[in-house]
């Protein structure tokens, strides 16, 4: 089996899929954007709160690799009702997990994307929507 076999899996591309359930919405009020410096994958994403502070909305603009997309269906696919701390938590998890310091995180379906973090240059791709949601997290935060 080589390489790219075992890091493009078959759940690892069906993923990509799922960004349609996505679509980017300029009516979005939050927006934050994200590139992963190893591959030059970007992500811009748009959110919504709820008057609890917690995600109501999101959208999504990928131009990433296979992995940055499944990342981001993924993020999309749980990020309903989470707050900004939790989603600082699973990020700095996140971290930790692909410096094999921690385990992995505990958000639904990352186990798609497990096999990538043998490759360190996908480490960036995956990250993306963790760091695009907290920099539009922290756009809500400076407008405050």
Do not use: N
């Amino acid at each position: 089996m080589s390489s790219a076999d075992r890091l493009y899996t078959p759940d690892l591309l069906a993923l990509t899929l799922r960004l349609a359930d996505y679509p980017w919405d300029e009516t979005l009020p939050l927006t934050g954007e994200a590139r992963s410096r190893s591959c030059g994958s970007t992500l811009a994403m748009g959110l919504l709160l709820d008057g609890q502070g917690r995600i109501d909305a999101i959208g999504l603009r990928a131009r990433a690799c296979a992995v940055g997309q499944a990342s981001a269906a993924i993020f999309a696919a749980a990020a309903k009702g989470k707050t900004l701390e939790e989603i600082e938590v699973t990020a700095k998890s996140m971290e930790d997990w692909l410096a094999d310091k921690g385990p992995l995180p505990d958000w639904p379906g990352l186990d798609a994307i497990e096999a990538a973090r043998a490759f360190p240059g996908r480490h960036g791709a995956m990250m993306l929507p963790w760091q695009a949601a907290l920099a539009a997290l922290s756009s809500e935060r400076a407008s405050v």
